[in-house]
């Protein structure tokens, strides 16, 4: 750093403290950027952290992509059987980003208790099961062994157990419709062994876990018979194209479906997060490089007798708009250290404390969930420290009008 550069630091420093007119317009630009810094922290921890949120939901339920028969691919229950003889099961291994392959078979039926019924659809997993994908949404009971011997034992939701007066433990009658219209339906009695809340209602309202071996012998299916397999990747923004290679390696009958096909409506819906946090991101840049632009105006004209001076005693142009440049520079780093100071502390306390809460029926969730990602958190600080300082190399080239005579006499 030059002398001319430290001297004329000083001066603005000391001239800062006295001046009536830039100190609380300074201050306004540190909080624009302040306020700018949460909006868009929070704005990106929350959109995103939805986004991811809903995402592992459906998947974790549906799988990423569904392997059915085209007479299931509509349906939600299986009709027609899938064999487990195929070249993809039990590991996907002719494609990369595939992690895990789970066979399954659903069957409608009702409940009837003492206090209502409901229908529902029963879900059958085998051993293969991935139930690390729904534990998070235990909030009772235990998870189903459907390992060993064919049982009774269910997970229930707990919007179907409000409804239907269960707790854990409890046993109810389930009645699943034959083929044939004349026929008696089956029975079947099952115990509640776990409840789970996922938030999500379409799965809530409708689906009971059990083992699928249940569906086998309703539907008269032998063992390597299933309804459909659910397939889960490593990368879901690669979706897409691992939907299109499953659907390629696949038998031609049978058709594959991934969950943003299938529950497009939910999708399209997320889509529109991006838009909004990119209109905040834009709006809250707009805001704090105006207050900067302001800011440094005020400070150019106050400090016109010393650019006068500096000019006089050698200084070029450019050297003394480093000078303001350097100030806003610092300006701007204070304004960003307490934005993120603020905006990471509310993310943190929203993401331990749970503070926002949610309609599920909207948001398909409960909490407002969160994510803080480093990365973004970097990009934000330095996209905002170049658009700022691009912007203002605008009005700091005022300096270079500045006459040295004129600007002596200024007063």
């Known amino acids: 750093m030059n002398l001319e550069y430290f001297i ?24 624009a950027i302040a306020i700018g810094m949460i909006m868009m922290i929070v704005s990106v921890a929350t959109g995103i ?3 991811q949120k809903i995402r592992e939901k459906v998947a974790a339920f549906n799988g990423h992509i569904i392997i059915s028969n085209y007479d299931d691919n509509q349906s939600q229950v299986s009709v027609e059987p899938v064999s487990l003889n195929q070249r993809f099961y039990p590991k996907f ?29 029963f879900k059958g997993v085998g051993k293969e099961y991935q139930w690390k994908n729904v534990s998070e949404y235990l909030v009772a009971g235990k998870l189903p062994d459907v390992s060993h011997d064919l049982n009774s034992q269910v997970l229930l939701s707990k919007f179907l157990a409000d409804r239907l007066n269960l707790k854990v ?17 089956n029975l079947r009695v099952f115990q509640v062994t776990g409840i789970y809340n996922s938030g999500f209602q379409e799965f809530d309202s409708s689906y009971i876990i059990g083992d699928i071996r249940h569906v086998q012998r309703i539907n008269k299916w032998q063992p390597n018979q299933v309804g459909a397999f659910e397939v889960f990747i490593d ?12 659907y390629s390696e696949t038998n031609s009958t049978l058709d594959t479906k991934t969950i943003v096909e299938k529950y497009y409506y939910i999708f399209e819906w997320l889509q529109l997060f991006d838009f909004n946090i990119l209109t905040i991101l834009i709006i809250m840049i707009v805001v704090a490089t105006i207050n900067m632009v302001v800011a440094l105006l005020v400070l150019i004209l106050e400090r016109t007798q010393m650019i006068g001076i500096l000019k006089a005693l050698g200084a070029n142009n450019w050297s003394v708009r480093k000078i303001f440049l350097y100030n806003a520079f610092y300006l701007i780093i204070r304004g960003l250290f307490w934005g993120n100071l603020i905006g990471i502390g509310l993310i943190l306390i929203q993401q331990y404390l749970g ?7 909207n948001y398909y969730v409960s909490v407002a969930p969160v994510n803080l990602n480093l990365l973004y958190l970097l990009g934000l600080n330095l996209g905002t420290i170049l658009i700022c300082l691009l912007v203002l190399l605008i009005p700091s080239y005022i300096i270079t009008k500045i006459s040295p005579v004129k600007a002596i006499r200024f007063d």
């Open 93 to 121: 291994n002719s494609i990369e980003g595939i992690n895990h392959i789970q066979p399954v078979a659903s069957k409608a039926g009702i409940i009837i208790t003492a206090a209502a019924f409901e229908v529902i659809i």
């Open 49 to 51: 952290g939805l986004q």
């Open 355 to 361: 503070i926002v809460k949610l309609n599920p029926e």
């Open 235 to 246: 990368d879901f923004t690669k979706i897409k194209e691992i939907g299109e290679e499953v």
């Open 8 to 31: 004329a630091k000083r001066l603005i420093s000391v001239e800062s403290r006295k001046s009536t007119i830039s100190t609380p317009i300074i201050k306004i630009a540190i909080a």
């Open 169 to 185: 433990g409890d046993r109810f009658n389930t009645f699943f419709m034959k083929d044939k219209s004349n026929q008696l339906p």
